[in-house]
Each structure stands twice: as C-alpha cells, then as structure tokens.
C-alpha cells in the first residue's frame, strides 16, 4: 500500500472511532485512495508482548481489535485497497508515526477513556497540534448527511484570516468542496469599536462582558470585504467550479463556524505555526470549533519548516 496517499484511521473499537471509521472508509471511496486501519495496542497487551518476548520466541498476542474489524469491513471493502496496521507506543505518537506520508488522518471526536462528560478527547487534542497531515476529527453525535460524501453532506466552511490562514488551509478547502460538490462558505470576523461610554467609565459590574458599539462601521466591513475577496481570488480562479459563498462576521469567528456547522459537512480551520508553548499550536477558533462544531472539522498544518542551511 503506498502510504504517500493513503487516508489512515485510528481506531480502538469505541463507538467514536467506529464513527471515524464510516467516515474514513466513504472518503477513501470517493478519493480512490487507500485506506490504514490503525489501531493502538492498549499498554496492557503491549507490557504482555513485552514479557512473553522477554521469555523466548512466541507468537505475537492477536490484536482483537483490527481482527473484528477486519472481519466487519471485508464484506464493504470491494473496490478499496485496505490495510490494517497493529501499533504500538503512545496513541498520539504511534498515529503521528503512522501518518507520516498520509493524505489524511482521522479520527473520532473521544476515545474508551476519559470523562465521558468532555466533547473533545486528550488525544485527538493532541493530534490537533501534532498531526504532520490534515486531520478530521470526527464528533460522535454527527449526522448521518456528513458521512455520506454527497451534495447532501452540506457546505464547506472555512475559517479565513486574510493575513495568517496559510495556503495550504484554503487551497485544502477548495479541493474539499470542488471533490465533494458543494459550496464553500468562507467566514472572515471583523473587530468591532468598542462603545465610547466603556472608555470614560468602567462597565457596570452587572455586565459579565461590556457591552459594545452598536454601530458596525460601514468602512470597516467594506474593507474587510475587500481583504476577504483578494485572499480569495487566485484560489477561485484555480477552482472556478467552486461556489464560493463570502461572509464577514464581527468579531466571533469561532462562534460564526460552529453555528453553521450544523448545516454543514466539513470545517477547515488552520494550526498556528510552531510556538513554543505547544498547546497554542491550535489556536482559540480551531479549538472552539473542535469542541463544538456538529460536523467533522480539519485542522490542516502548516508545511514543514525548511531545513537549516550551514
């Protein structure tokens, strides 16, 4: 299997990557691509092979998990070229191994563990931030219209900053809408002034946030625009088959995609570049979104950075 284009799925037999994986096996489909069934051994059988190994040439433990769903996948998998791939170390550092050449890596939105009360799990968060490939995280309550990669998916949505969205986040988003036929709605905030009254006195402590300027300044949303449309324009002219529906938002972009994601098939957020505390790498909208958003979202990283020159 040529890992250069395969989609890789991370599973662990819960219903969330169960949901990851219908997602996966339908994309794979409608991309022709190949298709990793990943799954992590848990730390009890990966300390069990260890011991046995520990004691002389044995077989290896069979991993039940990829052996169920091998067997559940065989009779959907005509057609698709599948691979199935037992792992072993850390789940986040396993996965980001096992995608290192991938197209994609998904997963769902919470693994086994955890506190079920959390919508987004420890170790999709941290594949957020670690992924060398775009990553769909899958959320366990979304609709059945967003795994089935047709017009009925819905929209695409993309989160647009006009000066820090790299390229790779908007020409990824063009390819997902052009590839699934649908428009692709782009949503770029705007500050709003804050309300002359908040400057001269300090806010009512009955505000739990002040309040601010009614008014929207007209040449602030037109500039806004106009930033938008120039980002937009060499992309739309490389995808003129591409609907795009253009949206300016005041201050709240995260708040804007999450809303829409209930009428939509995917969200496309960026990373932050390299930072040196890690967990900044996803950024407040792409996290708000990840929590939040009722359809899957991909977080798309930066390329890599070049190497150092002597």
């Given at each position: 299997m040529s890992q250069k284009s395969a989609v890789v799925v991370g599973v662990?037999?819960?219903e969330h990557s169960l949901r990851a994986l219908e997602w996966a096996l339908r994309v794979a489909r409608s991309l022709s691509a190949p298709l990793t069934v990943a799954h992590v051994r848990?730390?009890?059988?990966?300390?069990?092979?260890?011991?046995?190994?520990?004691?002389?040439?044995?077989?290896?433990?069979?991993?039940?998990?990829?052996?169920?769903?091998?067997?559940q996948i065989g009779p959907r998998a005509e057609g698709l070229d599948i691979g199935y791939a037992s792992l072993?170390?850390?789940?986040?550092?396993?996965?980001?191994?096992?995608?290192?050449?991938?197209?994609?890596?998904?997963?769902?939105?919470?693994?086994?563990?955890?506190?079920?009360?959390?919508?987004?799990?420890?170790?999709?968060?941290?594949?957020?931030?670690?992924?060398?490939c775009p990553l769909i995280v899958v959320p366990h309550e979304a609709r059945i219209a967003t795994l089935d990669g047709?017009?009925?998916?819905?929209?695409?949505?993309?989160?647009?900053?006009?000066?820090?969205?790299?390229?790779?986040?908007?020409?990824?988003?063009?390819?997902?809408?052009?590839?699934r036929g649908v428009p692709l709605q782009v949503v770029t905030s705007y500050p709003v002034p804050p309300n002359p009254v908040l400057l001269l006195a300090p806010p009512s402590p009955k505000f739990d946030v002040p309040p601010t300027s009614p008014d929207e300044t007209p040449e602030?949303?037109?500039?806004?625009?106009?930033?938008?449309?120039?980002?937009?324009?060499?992309?739309?002219?490389r995808h003129p088959e591409v609907e795009?529906?253009?949206?300016?938002?005041?201050?709240?972009?995260?708040?804007?995609?999450v809303d829409d994601s209930q009428e939509a098939g995917l969200v496309v957020v960026g990373r932050h570049r390299r930072h040196r505390v890690a967990r900044l790498l996803v950024g407040s909208v792409a996290n708000a979104?990840?929590?939040?958003?009722?359809?899957?979202?991909?977080?798309?990283?930066p390329p890599p950075a070049p190497a150092p020159t002597d």
């Open positions: 662990d037999g819960s848990s730390e009890a059988l990966q300390l069990g092979s260890a011991r046995i190994s520990s004691l002389g040439p044995a077989p290896d433990l069979p991993d039940t998990v990829v052996n169920s769903l091998a067997a072993e170390g850390s789940i986040v550092d396993a996965l980001v191994g096992a995608a290192a050449r991938a197209r994609l890596l998904v997963v769902g939105s919470r693994g086994r563990g955890g506190f079920k009360s959390l919508l987004l799990g420890s170790n999709s968060r941290a594949l957020a931030a670690a992924s060398p047709s017009s009925r998916a819905g929209r695409v949505l993309l989160g647009l900053h006009p000066e820090e969205t790299g390229d790779e986040v908007v020409e990824f988003a063009f390819r997902a809408a052009r590839q602030l949303v037109e500039e806004t625009r106009q930033r938008q449309a120039e980002r937009l324009l060499p992309f739309s002219k795009v529906q253009p949206v300016v938002s005041p201050v709240d972009a995260a708040g804007r995609l979104v990840l929590q939040h958003a009722a359809c899957p979202v991909a977080i798309v990283p």
